[in-house]
């Protein structure tokens, strides 16, 4: 069985300052591994996915990720947070056989301020 | 090229009656999910579709629940008798292929709440 966890439900920083937002998944299989933010009362967005090529995924707003297998980890980072940023944040596991059936984790709201 | 197309966006229905959610894919594609969010929550996988069949529906619920996605026309997602429970929203999604690559676009989500 497949599931993620996201370990923080809020985080909230300043603009301008580093943003990172945690997710340790489990996996019986080579697992592929996504972020999609979701801004309020909006559809969800594809920050970045990892299907097994680099192991540090550059996405979208400037966003990356770095899939750790030793530590089981894909945690999501930006150097410097803007307002625009603020939303919620899903980390997301699909492995191969499971094609596109995506398991979600319960999200990280994040927050940022003035 | 329009992206998934969800309707409605919000929908409000009583206890007792019908929900028809209504989802167009992304043009090209024929693989269609269907995920649920539960206030607080993240998206549940619900049903994979392709056209005409119904691939997993391992995250339905065993009554009340359906989906479809015809051959011609959007991919309907039905709840009878729709309970206070029910009230969520309702994610679809689309792609073009299946497989661990390819990604999955969204629609906006049809809000439904049960009154």
């Known amino acids: 069985a497949q599931s993620v966890t996201q370990l923080d439900s809020h985080v909230s920083v300043s603009e301008g300052t580093p943003v990172l937002l945690r997710c340790n998944y489990s996996s019986s299989y080579s697992p592929s591994l996504f972020w999609y933010v979701q801004h309020p009362n909006k559809g969800l967005q594809l920050l970045l996915k990892y299907t097994s090529a680099a192991t540090l995924v550059k996405g979208i707003n400037g966003f990356e990720a770095e899939f750790k297998k030793s530590e089981t980890s894909f945690h999501l980072t930006k150097p410097s947070a803007h307002m625009s940023d603020a939303a919620e944040y899903f980390c997301?596991?699909?492995?191969?056989?499971?094609?596109?059936?995506?398991?979600f984790g319960t999200g990280t709201q994040l927050k940022v301020e003035l | 090229n329009a992206g998934v197309m969800q309707n409605p966006r919000h929908l409000v229905r009583r206890r007792g009656q019908e929900a028809r959610l209504r989802c167009s894919p992304m043009k090209g594609h024929s693989h269609v999910y269907w995920y649920r969010q539960l206030p607080e929550e993240g998206l549940k996988f619900m049903v994979y579709?392709?056209?005409?069949?119904?691939?997993?529906e391992s995250g339905m619920p065993k009554e009340r629940f359906s989906a479809e996605f015809p051959k011609e026309g959007p991919s309907i997602l039905r709840i009878q008798q729709v309970v206070r429970g029910d009230s969520a929203a309702y994610f679809c999604a689309s792609s073009q292929e299946f497989g661990r690559n390819t990604e999955a676009f969204f629609g906006q989500g049809t809000r439904l709440t049960v009154v």
């Open positions: 579709l392709q056209k005409e069949n119904i691939i997993d």
């Open positions: 997301v596991v699909s492995f191969t056989g499971g094609g596109n059936k995506l398991t």
